[in-house]
Every structure is written in structure tokens, then in C-alpha cells.
């Protein structure tokens, strides 16, 4: 058997990049960074080039490659531009699971919670007048719902939580939110369903709103994170329904345990 040689290593590959892409992976970290903002135009190629040590053909390949991609606009007579939809065209690559089982409640909540409570932190730093008119006209459209109409529910509580993202301030935490629509639809709508009383879920959102309107961000994050428990919990006992519900099916004669 022949021995191995204890100096002997095995290396991976460098990957052999081009000009090109380096120089298109250059200006993708400036538009992640945020150096370079939706809207905003480039500088002139002769000017990339001077600055990135480089062909003005390698440049104008880099800024072909990133607006085949979707992430600037090359407008014909006046130069590059990013795109308006820069962050919605990053997040559009991301598909999110539909909430399937109680395990994945959690996976929500893990996501929701900081970002939300961020968001509620800094609406009630950042809130302008406008942003505190739309949140108090949403809560008075939830309050006014009459009897148990799930899907207006569901659409003014989706709309309080968008408004409070867009009131922080933080384009990309807007983004982010806008992102997460569709399983935040069912997260709430699951919530709102297992809610005895529309009651409750009205002073929930009241809560939150008069701390983001008295300019209290401690009092705002402690309002949305108990807003977040309670929503969770409802989730979970819908689960559970649901789980005893078909063991009573599969089980003759057993009957469906109460909550």
C-alpha cells in the first residue's frame, strides 16, 4: 500500500474571473452598499475606466452585463441609470414558502419580529404627519368593520403593518416587508380567524399607534412585540385545531378534544 505524502495538499481551483465580471461585481457592491441609490446615474464610462484602472470597453461590457440583468437603465443620450425598482428586482429572487405547519409559525415570527419591531422603533422616531394620518385612518377602518368580515380584516391589518414599514423610513425595511406579502396574508388571516373578538385585534393595533404617535419608540417596540406574541399564539391554536380535528376523523368513536 503506498504511503501517503504528509506534505501533500489538496487545493481547490481558483475561479478564473474576467475583467469584465470584476469590474460588474465592483459596481454591484456600490448598489448594495448604497453608494449608489434607485435613480441615480452613473458616471460617464471614460470616468469609470480612469477610476477602475480598465478598458472603456471592458466598462461598457460590466454595465452591459448588470442592464441585461435588470439592475440599471441605460437610457439612449444620457447614460445609466439604477433602476427605480432596484431593491423589488433583488427581492423578486427570492420565493418564500406558504405557512404550511406549525413548525414553520415560528420561522415567521423569527423573521417578523425584528423587523417589525424595528420598523415600529423607528416610525415612532421618524413619523411624519402624513405617515401618522394614514396609521390613525386604518385604525379607525379596522375599528369600523362590522361583524366578522375575515378578509377586510386581513386587508386593513396587512395595510397598518405596510404603513408603519413606510413610516420608518428605511426604503430597503419597506422593501423587505413588501417581500413577505403573501405569507404575511396568511399568517394574519389565520390570526384574525382564530380572534373571538375584532375587539381585540383593534386594541392591539391601537396600542401601537398611540405609542408611534406619541413619539415613545420603547413603548412602540413593546406594543408590536406583544401584538406578535398574541398573533402567535392564535396561530398555533388554529394548528392545533386543525391536527385534533383530523385525529378525531381517522379515530372512530374518539371524540375531538376541547380547548
Known sequence: MARRNPHEVHLQPIEQNTVTELVAKRLLNLLSSGVLKPGDKLPPERELAAQLNVGRTTVREALKLLTLSGLLEARRGDGTYVRHDFFSFLLQQFEFPLLLSANQVDMVLEVRKPLEVQAACLAA?????????????????????EGREIARETDLDLEFHNAIAAASHNDLLSHLMFSLQNILRQYM?????????LETT????????????????EDAERAMVEHLRISR???????????????????????????
Do not use: C, W
Open 125 to 145: 422616531k421618524r413619523a411624519t404627519a402624513d405617515d401618522l394620518q394614514r396609521l390613525a385612518r386604518l385604525a379607525e377602518s379596522l375599528a369600523e368593520v
Open 233 to 259: 399564539e392564535l396561530i398555533l391554536k388554529a394548528f392545533n385545531q386543525e391536527a385534533e380535528a383530523r385525529v378525531s376523523e381517522t379515530t372512530p368513536g374518539r371524540p375531538a378534544l376541547r380547548q
Open 189 to 197: 388571516q389565520l390570526s384574525n380567524k382564530m380572534t373571538d373578538m
Open 202 to 217: 383593534v386594541t392591539e393595533h391601537q396600542a401601537i399607534y398611540d405609542a408611534i404617535a406619541a413619539k415613545d419608540p
